[in-house]
């Protein structure tokens, strides 16, 4: 077990160049600890790893070094040839390069692995492609890939304004797949986010280039994100702008709860407002109440509340304008 481990630490500092210890112990799932006592084996046996300390610092291979070693055992190559990822390839656009490769791994493979091969190849099936039509898929894979901002236009086939559309421009981060669906993770003005790729009726790459987002990490942003979501059950969270002194008015519904996030907020505008989110049981419950701190509040995120706000308000005036009635009003003059 120690020596794959060694080996797939040599070969993940040799195609990715420098890591962190701890991008390495995510993609190892090993402690610091054993990090560290691995990259002093490899060191032991003539491997030339250099360690750097401190910001910027990391795991490296000295320039030139390069091995090909690259045998692969019969468990990897069952796990290669049985893991059903074609499916999901073809909805990115990547299936006929996935094809070529797996193709040239097969005819390279030495005999005894060309049983194992076969018995694996086939017998499992992830398919996302189905969902999807129009390339959406692949534009927004280029765009993450080749960090490209995005024009997309969203859909929102189901509540308050149902039927509406939204136009956004954004930089994506990354795609994940889950047992619901691919999901987009994208920068926006509201910061980090992520839109289910199925609500996505229009993509267009631009040719803009998106600023790198330093520290960023898809893979543990999502499990943080998974984490939020699973606590949070059906709540309906909303990120709004309010004025501190509009806080006491929502006591009826979350208590001082307000106050103190308007309190600690670390984000403030330069009218003092603050940054903060609420959870409300469901959308039809922040239309009813948000609405009566008319300017005091600005809300952020989620766009399709913004939608719904600005669709209640209009009707909200509609009905209230004076000239509506203003033909079956009569006025008596004395």
Not at 214 to 236: I, K, N, T
Not at 250 to 268: D, H
Request: aromatic content about 6%; some cysteine; hydrophobic content about 40%.
């Amino acid at each position: 077990m120690r020596g794959d481990r060694l080996l797939r630490l040599m070969l993940l500092l040799q195609s990715r160049g420098k890591m962190t210890v701890r991008q390495l112990t995510k993609e190892l799932e090993v402690s610091e600890r054993t990090v560290y006592r691995d990259i002093e084996a490899l060191g032991m046996a003539g491997v030339p790893v250099v360690t750097e300390r401190g910001p910027g610092g990391g795991c490296y291979l000295l320039e030139g070094f390069t091995t090909r070693l690259t045998g692969l055992t019969e468990e990897e190559t069952k796990a290669l040839f049985a893991s059903g990822v074609s499916g999901v390839f073809e909805s990115l656009g990547l299936g006929e390069a996935l094809g070529s490769a797996l193709a040239k791994l097969s005819a390279a493979l030495p005999g005894r692995l060309r049983d194992s091969e076969s018995r694996a190849r086939g017998k499992i099936r992830l398919d996302f492609g189905s969902m999807f039509d129009g390339g959406i898929l692949e534009k927004l894979r280029g765009a993450a890939i080749d960090e490209r901002r995005l024009r997309i236009v969203r859909s929102f086939p189901y509540g308050p304004v149902e039927g509406a559309r939204l136009e956004m421009k954004i930089d994506p981060l990354g795609l994940v797949a889950t047992h619901e669906g691919w999901i987009l993770v994208f920068v926006s003005g509201a910061g980090v986010r992520c839109i289910a790729v199925t609500d996505i009726i229009e993509a267009e790459v631009m040719p803009i280039p998106i600023e790198p987002r330093p520290g960023f990490d898809l893979g543990s942003y999502w499990d943080e994100e998974r984490e939020r979501r699973r606590e949070s059950g059906r709540a309906f969270a909303v990120r709004l702008r309010i004025d501190p002194a509009a806080a006491i008015y929502l006591r009826p519904r979350f208590g001082t709860l307000v106050e103190r996030l308007v309190a600690e907020s670390p984000e403030r505008d330069e009218e003092g407002r603050a940054i903060i989110e609420l959870r409300f049981s469901m959308m039809e419950e922040a239309l009813l109440i948000l609405p009566g701190l008319g300017s005091a509040v600005e809300v952020l995120d989620p766009p399709l509340l913004r939608i719904a706000l600005e669709s209640r308000t209009l009707e909200c005036a509609e009905r209230n304008s004076p000239v509506r009635d203003q033909a079956s009003v009569k006025v008596s003059h004395p």
